[in-house]
Protein backbone atom coordinates (compact mmCIF):
# COMPACT_ATOMS: atom_id res chain seq x y z
CA UNK A 1 0.00 0.00 0.00
CA UNK A 2 2.93 2.68 0.94
CA UNK A 3 4.45 1.61 -2.43
CA UNK A 4 0.94 2.65 -4.24
CA UNK A 5 0.42 6.04 -2.50
CA UNK A 6 4.26 6.87 -3.27
CA UNK A 7 3.41 5.68 -6.82
CA UNK A 8 0.48 8.53 -7.19
CA UNK A 9 2.18 11.10 -5.41
CA UNK A 10 4.49 11.04 -8.00
CA UNK A 11 2.25 10.49 -11.19
CA UNK A 12 0.13 13.39 -9.54
CA UNK A 13 3.30 15.62 -9.46
CA UNK A 14 4.49 15.13 -12.59
CA UNK A 15 0.88 15.61 -14.25
CA UNK A 16 0.00 18.71 -12.20
CA UNK A 17 3.62 20.28 -13.53
CA UNK A 18 2.91 19.08 -17.03
CA UNK A 19 -0.61 20.73 -17.36
CA UNK A 20 0.58 24.01 -16.21
CA UNK A 21 3.45 23.77 -18.90
CA UNK A 22 0.84 22.82 -21.38
CA UNK A 23 -1.16 25.04 -20.55
CA UNK A 24 0.90 28.22 -20.06
CA UNK A 25 3.91 27.37 -22.34
CA UNK A 26 6.49 27.80 -19.16
CA UNK A 27 7.12 26.82 -15.80
CA UNK A 28 7.09 30.23 -14.57
CA UNK A 29 3.61 30.88 -13.94
CA UNK A 30 1.57 33.08 -10.96
CA UNK A 31 -0.29 31.61 -8.43
CA UNK A 32 -3.48 33.39 -9.65
CA UNK A 33 -3.09 31.84 -13.09
CA UNK A 34 -2.07 28.50 -11.59
CA UNK A 35 -5.72 28.67 -9.81
CA UNK A 36 -7.11 30.23 -13.16
CA UNK A 37 -5.82 27.12 -15.45
CA UNK A 38 -6.14 24.41 -12.92
CA UNK A 39 -10.06 25.24 -12.65
CA UNK A 40 -10.57 25.32 -16.65
CA UNK A 41 -8.81 22.44 -17.53
CA UNK A 42 -10.71 20.04 -19.42
CA UNK A 43 -12.32 16.86 -17.20
CA UNK A 44 -10.57 14.04 -18.78
CA UNK A 45 -10.38 11.76 -15.72
CA UNK A 46 -11.41 10.98 -12.33
CA UNK A 47 -10.03 13.39 -9.71
CA UNK A 48 -9.75 13.62 -6.09
CA UNK A 49 -8.96 16.34 -3.67
CA UNK A 50 -7.50 15.37 -0.16
CA UNK A 51 -6.61 18.26 2.11
CA UNK A 52 -7.37 20.34 5.57
CA UNK A 53 -8.12 23.26 7.40
CA UNK A 54 -5.12 23.08 9.33
CA UNK A 55 -2.88 22.66 6.43
CA UNK A 56 0.00 25.89 6.65
CA UNK A 57 1.06 25.61 2.91
CA UNK A 58 -2.15 25.33 1.16
CA UNK A 59 -4.84 27.16 1.75
CA UNK A 60 -7.65 24.98 1.92
CA UNK A 61 -10.11 28.42 0.95
CA UNK A 62 -8.49 28.85 -2.78
CA UNK A 63 -8.60 24.94 -3.05
CA UNK A 64 -12.39 24.50 -1.81
CA UNK A 65 -13.08 27.13 -4.65
CA UNK A 66 -11.10 25.02 -7.33
CA UNK A 67 -13.04 22.29 -6.20
CA UNK A 68 -15.90 23.73 -6.54
CA UNK A 69 -15.26 25.10 -10.14
CA UNK A 70 -13.87 21.62 -11.23
CA UNK A 71 -16.96 19.72 -9.83
CA UNK A 72 -19.44 22.55 -11.85
CA UNK A 73 -17.01 22.33 -15.22
CA UNK A 74 -18.79 19.29 -17.51
CA UNK A 75 -16.80 16.47 -18.36
CA UNK A 76 -15.67 14.83 -21.19
CA UNK A 77 -15.77 11.15 -20.85
CA UNK A 78 -18.08 9.22 -18.15
CA UNK A 79 -17.40 8.54 -14.83
CA UNK A 80 -14.84 11.73 -14.28
CA UNK A 81 -16.25 12.15 -10.91
CA UNK A 82 -14.53 14.13 -8.62
CA UNK A 83 -14.40 13.26 -4.85
CA UNK A 84 -12.80 15.20 -2.15
CA UNK A 85 -11.84 15.02 1.78
CA UNK A 86 -11.33 17.75 4.02
CA UNK A 87 -10.08 17.29 7.45
CA UNK A 88 -9.80 19.76 10.25
CA UNK A 89 -6.75 19.35 11.62
CA UNK A 90 -4.49 16.97 9.01
CA UNK A 91 -1.23 18.67 8.74
CA UNK A 92 0.04 19.33 5.26
CA UNK A 93 1.21 16.42 2.91
CA UNK A 94 0.50 13.91 6.43
CA UNK A 95 -2.95 12.98 6.23
CA UNK A 96 -1.48 9.11 5.87
CA UNK A 97 -0.04 9.83 9.22
CA UNK A 98 -2.68 11.58 10.88
CA UNK A 99 -6.02 10.43 9.39
CA UNK A 100 -4.41 7.03 7.74
CA UNK A 101 -7.68 4.92 7.80
CA UNK A 102 -10.06 7.69 6.50
CA UNK A 103 -6.97 8.60 3.68
CA UNK A 104 -6.41 4.75 2.50
CA UNK A 105 -9.89 4.62 2.37
CA UNK A 106 -10.27 7.63 0.01
CA UNK A 107 -7.48 6.41 -2.24
CA UNK A 108 -9.20 2.81 -2.37
CA UNK A 109 -12.69 4.59 -3.47
CA UNK A 110 -10.80 6.27 -5.74
CA UNK A 111 -8.37 3.42 -7.40
CA UNK A 112 -11.07 1.18 -8.34
Known amino acids: ?7 LFYVYGVAAFLLVVAATGSTIM ?11 AP ?13 ELT ?4 LSEL ?9 SREGCDI ?3 RWKDSRHCAHLVDERDEYLDAL ?3 IV
Open 30 to 40: HIDEFWRTCAS
Open 43 to 55: RTCKELYLYSDAD
Open 83 to 85: AEV
Open 59 to 62: DPGP
Open 67 to 75: IAARKSTES
Open 108 to 110: RGF
Open 1 to 7: ARAIVHA
